[in-house]
């Protein structure tokens, strides 16, 4: 595999009346693509709903269990991001090799597996066993290299959306349904129900999703082993990999003792999704624009250091008023809010920042520290809760702020540019320098890396300047 790299920094410009962008056509997905791509969100949120939906009950349940202390509550709620973290990106690796289709199949199994040892636990440690089996199940990466083998370069970001919006609502879904569910069912049920949702995910595989005609890389929708070296790196992702893990280490000890405080504040666990709906659907409108400031005003670095700032105050008062329903109601959406504007905007500064053909690789190590963090988080919470008292686990979440504000003063925010896939078809390897160089003279054309093995070139561009004609011509000629 040979590619071809090169950065350049050299300003373009163009004429004010050029509106290169009024030319990219809005390709529309096919009947396939939309049935992929809605088969393999379908698969990537359920299990997420299986895994989530645990989190507002089991810091309750889990303390009745034999042997329980809080340290093991915590490893409990949170087992599952050390394992996820482990194999998400080696099972990403090892779909290039076998198949994507026997890595999903094979991580439902262990997720099937892990729910049905937590289904039928009568210990705490038989919990944190089925919890780290559900997390070794990780297939994520492998999800998105089939979505990435089942869409066209045109419509891809279309196909890797549907799958962030079913994850985002599955974890709201998960918070509101827990609680009644488990109060219904108990805790057993709900991880029986995780593993008819395993099952579930499994027939969606095998019925619904098509089969590729081929798999093949995707630089910028899976890891590749050669660029995690350059990754780990680069100073701006290396502090955008730390603020994903700080954000889960915190949401994940916060749920070690918030439904223990809602509790004891005299809401049956019941009715814990009373609070939690509200919470949800107030957080998803509060977070649209510091989305539009951070995005489409270049205010992420305000934004950024506003939303850990007052998250670092939101954690300080859980810790003080979570006798207070309202409070912690209050509270909620606040931190909902900063949960999921964080959840947009990190990503979107990872895909910037990493290198042209890189994001696949920056995005893998990105989510395996968003697991780690989970898993500090519970462990962290459980220590907090065992050493100290539960109050002061909403400390962890204070003090993790504090600790990133000063990590986000240091980040250097990246340039707004986007990127863009480029067919080019068969190329000789000897044509490819001169056509990097060619395309890097397109105006607004900022970084090049050329993959002779999938035939297309990796560009990033500044869409303010792109002359998409001059540029949709290299595609063109290469067909």
Not at 170 to 198: D, K, M, N
Not at 228 to 250: E, K, Q, S
Not at 372 to 397: N, P, Q, R, S, W
């Amino acid at each position: 595999m040979r590619t071809f790299a090169f950065n350049t920094q050299r300003p373009v410009s163009v004429k004010r009346s050029d509106r290169p962008n009024s030319d990219i056509p809005n390709v529309p997905m096919s009947a396939s693509e939309r049935r992929a791509a809605a088969g393999l969100a379908a698969i990537f949120s359920t299990r997420m709903l299986g895994l989530f939906m645990v989190l507002p009950v089991l810091a309750i349940h889990a303390h009745d269990l034999p042997g329980a202390t809080p340290i093991l509550v915590g490893l409990a709620i949170g087992a599952y991001g050390l394992t996820q973290a482990l194999f998400q990106i080696p099972l990403g690796l090892l779909s290039d090799r076998i198949g994507r289709k026997p890595v999903i199949y094979g991580g439902l199994a262990l997720f099937l597996l892990g729910s049905l040892v937590a289904a039928m636990a009568d210990s705490i440690q038989w919990i944190i066993l089925g919890r780290v089996l559900q997390g070794s199940g990780a297939i994520a990466a492998a999800i998105i290299a089939l979505t990435a083998d089942l869409t066209r370069d045109e419509v891809r970001t279309k196909g890797m959306a549907a799958i962030g919006i079913s994850v985002a609502l599955s974890f709201a879904a998960a918070l509101v349904a827990g609680p009644p569910l488990t109060a219904w069912i108990g805790i057993s049920g709900i991880f029986w129900l995780t593993a008819l949702l395993a099952i579930g995910g499994m027939l969606v595989l095998a019925f619904v999703v098509p089969d590729p005609e081929h798999s093949t890389m995707h630089r910028d929708s899976q890891p590749v082993l050669e660029q995690l070296a350059g990754v780990v790196r680069n100073p701006t992702l290396v502090r955008l990999d730390l603020a994903i893990f700080m954000l889960h280490l915190t949401m994940v000890s916060l749920f070690v003792v918030l439904p223990l405080s809602l509790r004891d504040a005299g809401l049956p666990l019941a009715d814990h999704w009373i609070i939690y709906l509200p919470a949800v659907l107030l957080a998803i409108l509060a977070m649209v624009p510091f989305i539009v400031l951070a995005e489409q005003r270049g205010q992420a670095r305000p934004v950024l250091l506003g939303s850990v700032s007052v998250l670092a105050f939101s954690m300080l008062g859980f810790f003080l008023f979570n006798q207070s329903l309202w409070v912690v109601g209050v509270l909620l959406v606040v931190v909902f809010t900063i949960f999921n504007l964080l959840e947009a905007v990190l990503p979107s500064l990872v895909s910037k920042a990493a290198r042209a053909g890189a994001k696949g690789t920056a995005m893998g190590v990105f989510s395996s520290s968003q697991f780690v963090g989970a898993f500090l988080g519970g462990l962290l919470g459980g220590i907090a809760h065992e050493t100290f008292g539960a109050d002061a686990v909403y400390l962890v979440g204070a003090l993790t702020s504090l600790i990133w504000i000063g990590l986000m003063m240091t980040l250097s925010i990246p340039e707004n540019l986007t990127r863009h896939v480029l067919a080019l078809g068969a190329t000789p390897a000897s044509d490819a320098l001169g056509l990097e160089q060619r395309l890097l003279e397109v105006p607004g054309v900022k970084e090049v890396v050329i993959a002779l093995d999938e035939g297309v070139a990796y560009l990033k561009v500044d869409s303010r300047q792109l002359d998409w004609a001059r540029l949709r011509a290299f595609s063109s000629a290469s067909a």
